[in-house]
T-cell receptor, first 115, second 113 residues
Framework: DSGVTQTPKHLITATGQRVTLRCSPR?????VYWYQQSLDQGLQFLIQ???????AKGNILERFSAQQFPDLHSELNLSSLELGDSALYFC??????????????FGPGTRLTVL | AQSVTQLGSHVSVSEGALVLLRCNYS??????LFWYVQYPNQGLQLLLK??????LVKGINGFEAEFKKSETSFHLTKPSAHMSDAAEYFCAVSRFGNEKLTFGTGTRLTIIP
């Protein structure tokens, strides 16, 4: 158990809908990262937050957004869903001390299926 | 830009045999390198990481990797494969540990009894 929790574990929805994925980082970790794992794109970085502020952005679609709240949990919002958004979405956390040798610890993921 | 290439999307070894999973990196700056393992229907678990402290890195479950700058490689090895090692293995690179990870395409390891 990495200490990172993600809910829900599975999500099945229809095209055009909007969903919210939730992540609670390890106790004390300030950074949260979101990654997408799909069969055709592999594991891709989406976005990073550090202590409530957006720190880095990757290949995140405009239909997707994220935020990190004062209690450090994070949410990834996916809207106008398409079939191609079906994937496993991982959250990771790190940076209790913001050190350059930090390790990212991954949650169990949320499997999103868009029908 | 940084990237990693994992050679071999599928590797099969016999139980008790040497495990060798290959990873080559490309980076314009000294990289931080990682190996993660993903068991079926689970998240990613860190096996080991290289952060320039030592070129031979020992990880969990008997795995180790050696950073070779001249070969731009960071191959993962284990002397004797166990059935429980069957999983998908990902090599990843970042500029620093607290920055985004760029993953390879993964290698699925099968252990033959």
């Amino acid at each position: 158990d990495s200490g990172v929790t993600q809910t829900p574990k599975h999500l099945i929805t229809a095209t055009g809908q909007r969903v919210t994925l939730r992540c609670s980082p390890r106790s004390g970790d300030l950074s949260v990262y979101w990654y997408q794992q799909s069969l055709d794109q592999g594991l891709q970085f989406l976005i990073q937050y550090y202590n409530g502020e957006e720190r880095a952005k990757g290949n995140i679609l405009e239909r997707f957004s994220a935020q990190q709240f004062p209690d450090l949990h994070s949410e990834l919002n996916l809207s106008s869903l398409e079939l191609g958004d079906s994937a496993l979405y991982f959250c990771a956390s790190s940076s209790r001390t913001s050190g350059i040798t930090d390790t990212q610890y991954f949650g169990p993921g949320t499997r999103l299926t868009v029908l | 830009a940084q990237s990693v290439t994992q050679l071999g999307s599928h590797v099969s070894v016999s139980e008790g045999a040497l495990v060798l999973l290959r990873c080559n990196y490309s980076s314009s700056v000294p990289p931080y390198l990682f190996w993660y393992v993903q068991y079926p229907n689970q998240g990613l678990q860190l096996l080991l990481k290289y952060t320039s402290a030592a070129t031979l890195v020992k990880g969990i479950n008997g795995f180790e990797a050696e950073f070779k700058k001249s070969e731009t490689s960071f191959h993962l090895t284990k002397p004797s494969a166990h059935m429980s090692d069957a999983a998908e293995y990902f090599c990843a690179v970042s500029r620093f540990g607290n920055e985004k990870l760029t993953f390879g395409t993964g290698t699925r390891l099968t252990i033959i009894p």
